[in-house]
T-cell receptor, first 116, second 111 residues
Framework: NAGVMQNPRHLVRRRGQEARLRCSPMKGHSHVYWYRQLPEEGLKFMVYLQKENIIDESGMPKERFSAEFPKEGPSILRIQQVVRGDSAAYFC??????????????FGAGSRLTVL | GESVGLHLPTLSVQEGDNSIINCAYS??????FIWYKQESGKGPQFIID?????DKRQGQRVTVLLNKTVKHLSLQIAATQPGDSAVYFCAERGNTDKLIFGTGTRLQVFP
């Protein structure tokens, strides 16, 4: 079991470019969450997805940010026209089922975005 | 709104001592709590969890205590080791399906 796989681990973009972060959940997991972490801060919820559906995007900025979790393939967090304030670590987590008792999220190693 | 906060941003302990990391939460409807450990450059790693119908749960060298009356959560680490050095986050699940994380406490273990 490879766990939650995120790529790229490090991404450098110039202001105005697009950033695409990928997340493959653990095998058998159908729930994916994206969190953002600034240096020396906690994890801030961004979006919760199930296959082909966005369940909760209350933590997503209204502009430039989007997320998807297609029927086939990894979940994608897309940031358009990046700005320096987007520099952060973006963590993906997955879970088997929200209401199957313990809702333990398994996290990936994160993707660290640096905007120059 | 929902919020989770920690009393101490940094905790320094000597190797072999016990560590106690505290967490306050504000949503009385939260029914599930988790402690995560995050080492530098890595993703959060599950340590232990507790449901709201319990007040104590023990794992290997770790104990989580939940006081619903004052909405307080603590993580106790026995015989702290250098490998325990990390940032520790508590997280709660409230009315929604997502986990809300606290700011984090950095644990530094000195020999």
């Amino acid at each position: 079991n490879a766990g939650v796989m995120q790529n790229p681990r490090h991404l450098v973009r110039r202001r105005g470019q697009e950033a695409r972060l990928r997340c493959s959940p653990m095998k058998g997991h159908s729930h994916v969450y994206w969190y953002r972490q600034l240096p020396e801060e906690g994890l801030k919820f961004m979006v919760y997805l199930q296959k082909e559906n966005i369940i909760d995007e209350s933590g997503m900025p209204k502009e430039r940010f989007s997320a998807e979790f297609p029927k086939e393939g990894p979940s994608i967090l897309r940031i358009q026209q990046v700005v320096r304030g987007d520099s952060a670590a973006y963590f993906c987590a997955s879970s088997l089922d929200n209401y199957s008792g313990a809702n333990v999220l398994t996290f990936g190693a994160g993707s660290r975005l640096t905007v120059l | 709104g929902e919020s989770v906060g920690l009393h101490l941003p940094t905790l320094s302990v000597q190797e072999g001592d016990n560590s106690i990391i505290n967490c306050a939460y504000s949503n009385s409807a939260s029914d599930y709590f988790i402690w995560y450990k995050q080492e530098s450059g890595k993703g959060p790693q599950f340590i232990i969890d507790i449901r709201s119908n319990m007040d104590k749960r023990q794992g290997q060298r770790v104990t989580v205590l939940l006081n619903k009356t004052v909405k307080h959560l603590s993580l106790q680490i026995a015989a702290t080791q250098p490998g325990d050095s990390a940032v520790y986050f508590c997280a709660e699940r409230g009315n929604t399906d997502k986990l809300i994380f606290g700011t984090g406490t950095r644990l530094q273990v000195f020999p």
